[in-house]
């Protein structure tokens, strides 16, 4: 049932990405450009995301497990570490730079760019960079 519960989360996480055309990285770059052409389109898309999460937040913060019954634990929202700065830094440069993200970045790989291959290999890079710094702590 977790498997299928996340594939049915993952593929409208991705008809999201398309209906909202969020994997457009000019159209991200555009929100980006404040002092340009700026584009609001991505805070509306973030807006609409928060208010559909908002509900299953609520229910996991009260409960502490999911629909499924599984436990989830969620972090504490109020603790700044320099692990979530960096990273916050680290992801928001990157995002700066190609207008991708993760999830779209993984949605172009399907469309054969150069620029989506490079993105891809650089986010499992990072990855495998992460879990090697992981494991020495």
């Known amino acids: 049932m977790a498997f299928l519960t996340a594939l049915a989360a993952g ?8 209906l909202s055309r969020m994997c457009d990285p000019e159209r991200v770059l555009a929100f980006l450009d404040v002092t340009g052409r700026w584009n609001p389109a991505l805070a509306f898309t973030m807006g609409g ?3 559909v999460a908002m509900p299953a937040f609520y229910f996991v913060r009260r409960r ?6 599984v436990a989830t634990p969620l972090p504490d929202r ?3 570490t320099g692990r979530l700065l960096g990273g ?3 992801f928001g440069v990157g995002w700066g730079l190609s ?5 779209p970045g993984l949605l ?4 054969g760019s150069v620029q989506s291959d490079v993105f891809v290999a650089a986010l499992v890079a990072g990855f495998l960079l992460s879990s090697r710094f992981e494991g020495s702590r």
């Open 108 to 111: 172009l790989l399907t469309g």
């Open 78 to 80: 109020y603790k700044i």
């Open 99 to 103: 207008g991708i993200c993760p999830g």
């Open 64 to 69: 502490h497990v999911d629909l499924l019954g």
């Open 49 to 51: 995301a928060v208010l």
């Open 88 to 90: 916050s830094a680290t």
């Open 11 to 18: 593929l409208l996480f991705g008809a999201g990405l398309l």
